[in-house]
């Protein structure tokens, strides 16, 4: 149960419930936000309760999220009981996990082309795209990813003149991962089920084309793609490892030769 009283912990007996404002630079941003805290009228030490912190939380990244033109988890509670939306139906327009909407509503802050969805969603229409998980294409970003994973593993997988036989599987887990968390790849690729597996549609024509882009001309890996990636690798830190697991999923084994395999199924993956 949430305490309702705190006494300071210099023995000058009970605290005072206060609310006030701070100022901070978060993410880069300046914001002002509002605190309930416990203060001790004696020494000044301020405290607070789980609750509280969990309150602060929110009021920070939508303190953030107001400030760059976001939608607040307010807004988003709210603009889905207008449609009149569960948040499992809501997750089914947007084609993303109920997961994800549990994230944003609660005050986890999201990326602005989620934002623009987010919006088109809440207006009564369609969206996402269920074969690039709800980004472009970006072919930079798949030689990042890449080249992120081979530093965390320390094992070269982008090789000239390759099949990508085990890059497009760790890219495939990643991109998957990274939808089922996040409700958007990390690339934008689209994969097909070919017999060797899970692997990159018209990779033939991609090979070189992944392993001559210019990474610095595209958007950086977030601080949570990036930890996508090392739980990617840690789970296979091997490349038999990928392999193998990428041969047990079902939602490989179901389909048919040259099958693309849709981004819904990231919620049906069983090795990771």
């Given at each position: 149960m949430e305490k309702k009283k705190l006494r300071c912990p210099a023995g000058h007996g009970e605290m005072k419930l206060t609310n006030k404002q701070k100022h901070m630079n978060f993410k880069g941003v300046d914001i002002d936000y509002p605190v309930g805290c416990f203060i001790c009228p004696t020494c000044g030490l301020e405290a607070g309760t789980l609750a509280q912190g969990a309150d602060i939380q929110k009021t920070m990244a939508d303190a953030y999220r107001k400030k760059v033109g976001l939608m607040s988890g307010k807004e988003i509670i709210e603009g889905r009981k207008k449609q009149h939306l569960t948040q499992d139906a809501f997750a089914s327009r947007m084609k993303i996990g109920i997961a994800s909407i549990k994230r944003w509503e609660g005050g986890i802050i999201q990326s602005k082309?989620?934002?623009?969805?987010?919006?088109?969603?809440?207006?009564?229409?369609?969206?996402?795209?269920?074969?690039?998980?709800?980004?472009?294409?970006?072919?930079?970003?798949?030689?990042?990813?890449?080249?992120?994973?081979?530093?965390?593993i320390g094992v070269k997988v982008l090789k000239e003149r390759d099949k990508m036989l085990f890059a497009s599987k760790y890219m495939w887990y990643i991109d998957m991962q990274a939808y089922r968390e996040t409700g958007q790849s990390i690339t934008g690729a689209?994969?097909?089920?070919?017999p060797m597996g899970p692997q990159l549609n018209n990779y033939k024509d991609l090979v070189e084309e992944i392993i001559s882009a210019t990474v610095q001309q595209t958007e950086p890996l977030t601080e949570e793609e990036k930890w996508i990636i090392?739980?990617?690798?840690f789970a296979f830190p091997r490349t038999r490892d990928v392999y193998n697991a990428s041969h047990r999923e079902t939602v490989w084994k179901e389909k048919s030769t040259g099958n693309t395999i849709p981004y819904s199924d990231a919620y049906r993956l069983t090795e990771l």
């Amino acid at each position: 149960m949430e305490k309702k009283k705190l006494r300071c912990p210099a023995g000058h007996g009970e605290m005072k419930l206060t609310n006030k404002q701070k100022h901070m630079n978060f993410k880069g941003v300046d914001i002002d936000y509002p605190v309930g805290c416990f203060i001790c009228p004696t020494c000044g030490l301020e405290a607070g309760t789980l609750a509280q912190g969990a309150d602060i939380q929110k009021t920070m990244a939508d303190a953030y999220r107001k400030k760059v033109g976001l939608m607040s988890g307010k807004e988003i509670i709210e603009g889905r009981k207008k449609q009149h939306l569960t948040q499992d139906a809501f997750a089914s327009r947007m084609k993303i996990g109920i997961a994800s909407i549990k994230r944003w509503e609660g005050g986890i802050i999201q990326s602005k082309s989620m934002d623009k969805m987010l919006r088109q969603a809440l207006s009564g229409h369609l969206c996402g795209d269920l074969l690039t998980g709800n980004r472009p294409f970006v072919i930079p970003r798949v030689k990042m990813a890449l080249l992120y994973l081979e530093k965390v593993i320390g094992v070269k997988v982008l090789k000239e003149r390759d099949k990508m036989l085990f890059a497009s599987k760790y890219m495939w887990y990643i991109d998957m991962q990274a939808y089922r968390e996040t409700g958007q790849s990390i690339t934008g690729a689209t994969y097909a089920a070919l017999p060797m597996g899970p692997q990159l549609n018209n990779y033939k024509d991609l090979v070189e084309e992944i392993i001559s882009a210019t990474v610095q001309q595209t958007e950086p890996l977030t601080e949570e793609e990036k930890w996508i990636i090392e739980k990617v690798a840690f789970a296979f830190p091997r490349t038999r490892d990928v392999y193998n697991a990428s041969h047990r999923e079902t939602v490989w084994k179901e389909k048919s030769t040259g099958n693309t395999i849709p981004y819904s199924d990231a919620y049906r993956l069983t090795e990771l």
